[in-house]
Antibody
């Protein structure tokens, strides 16, 4: 079964750091485009970052320089390192697989990050 | 960067009636390969988003044929021929043409049953 499971969400103070994980099963993370998408409370979906099969990474302007997307091929896991967190980073963070002939066809259930003092 | 604009933002529909959502992009989403890199997603209450449509008009696996998508370039439409109760949720369009800088979602259209 193709599946994504996020973890690592927590309550964190502004300025702090957090690393989210997204464990994949049923397919190989390194062979796909993998993205993080977030949703602030009561708001719409916001794309955050993507890593392609070549390892090239791209970020939304709102997180560039603070967040880093990466993967561990041996663990078949995607990560999002989040530094210098702000209140506006509070959201449910989803990981998703993307392919141009399928779209974002596999999503996790999300992990919640709350940035507050 | 590409900006995606959806309308309407709220869509009350009577069961059995049709519904239509518009999505407009600030730049053409037509790739040189002939495909429009426009996708539609539905986020049902309390759930993760799910893909409905990819490459402008192709239904994802398991999506009922009452969902039809059309359009090219900058103007796209998602139509539901006969709305059912299970169709409630927020519909998002998303451009997947420009990476970099990356994907862009529309604001979302909330479909509710009258």
């Amino acid at each position: 079964e193709v599946r994504l499971v996020e973890s690592g969400g927590d309550l964190i103070q502004p300025g702090g750091s957090l690393r989210l994980s997204c464990a994949a099963s049923g397919f190989t993370v390194s062979s796909n485009y993998m993205s993080w998408v977030r949703q602030a409370p009561g708001k719409g979906l916001e794309w955050v970052a993507v890593i392609n099969s070549r390892g090239t990474t791209y970020y939304a302007d709102s997180v560039k320089g603070r967040f880093t997307i990466s993967r561990d091929n041996s663990k078949n896991t995607l990560y999002l390192q989040m530094n210098r967190l702000r209140a506006e980073d509070t959201a449910v963070y989803y990981c998703a697989r993307w392919y141009d002939f399928w779209g974002m066809d596999v999503w996790g259930k999300g992990t919640t990050v709350t940035v507050s003092s | 960067d590409i900006v995606m604009t959806q309308s309407p933002l709220s869509l009350p529909v009577t069961p059995g009636e049709p519904a239509s959502i518009s999505c407009r992009s600030s730049q053409s989403l037509l790739h040189s390969n002939g495909y429009n890199y426009l996708e539609w997603y539905l986020q049902k209450p309390g759930q993760s988003p799910q893909v409905l449509i990819y490459l402008g008009s192709h239904r994802a696996s398991g999506v009922p044929d009452r969902f039809t998508a059309s359009g090219s370039g900058t103007d796209f439409t998602l139509e539901i021929s006969r709305v059912e109760a299970e169709d409630v949720g927020i519909y998002y369009c998303m451009q997947a043409l420009q990476t970099p800088p990356g994907f862009t979602f529309g604001q979302g259209t909330k479909l509710e049953i009258k």
